[in-house]
T-cell receptor, first 117, second 112 residues
Framework: GAGVSQSPRYKVAKRGQDVALRCDPISGHVSLFWYQQALGQGPEFLTYFQNEAQLDKSGLPSDRFFAERPEGSVSTLKIQRTQQEDSAVYLC???????????????FGPGTRLLVL | QQPVQSPQAVILREGEDAVINCSSSKALYSVHWYRQKHGEAPVFLMILLKGGEQKGHEKISASFNEKKQQSSLYLTASQLSYSGTYFCGTESSGAGSYQLTFGKGTKLSVIP
């Protein structure tokens, strides 16, 4: 079956531009996560949705970062007034798990590589 | 806090074995292992839940020592396809949203 897909795969933005990154999770997966991965580092948590509810946004680095999942499926991560330090790979992951104890893992998409010039 | 992975990098010849360790300072509910090749998505390998279980399939297995908050990934008779960066992602007990906290990764290179 289809996995997690993300678009665009690559994005070059001039400093100060706004960008929108899209994530299509695996069909039926309740939970959706956004992570940021800097070069040579592991993914770092940004935010978490359960269906359309954003239950945790503690990892968002500033108020320039905004995420939504209005219908509980596709999610968009928006970055306003991009800065050079925003350059990274943005990974989306989905899971069938609803939270609490469970054995399900997270399945990652290929990511969007953002370069801010 | 980020789990600590060791070693940072390892080079193996085909057929050799390797162990990758992951250590956390927090009480853990689960450990998830992934392999990522350059420019690709992290690929799930296995999940270990608290209880000290060991899991594996074929030549890749892992253990989880809940008391020590440590997990190890065992790669035996390595193949060229094993090359990539291995990440452990930890889920802390009572974390709420169960996001994963990842280590910095272990880069594994398998050469002929």
């Amino acid at each position: 079956g289809a996995g997690v897909s993300q678009s665009p795969r690559y994005k070059v933005a001039k400093r100060g531009q706004d960008v929108a990154l899209r994530c299509d999770p695996i069909s039926g997966h309740v939970s959706l996560f956004w992570y940021q991965q800097a070069l040579g580092q592991g993914p770092e948590f940004l935010t978490y949705f359960q269906n359309e509810a954003q239950l945790d946004k503690s990892g968002l680095p500033s108020d320039r970062f905004f995420a939504e999942r209005p219908e509980g499926s596709v999610s968009t991560l928006k970055i306003q007034r991009t800065q050079q330090e925003d350059s990274a790979v943005y990974l989306c992951a989905s899971s069938p798990r609803r939270g609490g104890a469970g054995q399900e893992t997270q399945y990652f998409g290929p990511g969007t590589r953002l370069l801010v010039l | 806090q980020q789990p600590v992975q060791s070693p940072q990098a390892v080079i193996l010849r085909e057929g050799e074995d390797a162990v990758i360790n992951c250590s956390s300072s927090k009480a853990l509910y689960s450990v998830h292992w992934y392999r990522q090749k350059h420019g690709e998505a992290p690929v799930f390998l296995m999940i270990l839940l608290k209880g000290g279980e060991q899991k594996g399939h074929e030549k890749i297995s892992a253990s989880f020592n809940e008391k020590k908050q440590q997990s190890s990934l065992y790669l035996t008779a390595s193949q060229l396809s094993y090359s990539g960066t291995y990440f452990c992602g930890t889920e802390s007990s009572g974390a709420g949203s169960y996001q994963l906290t990842f280590g910095k990764g272990t880069k594994l290179s398998v050469i002929p």
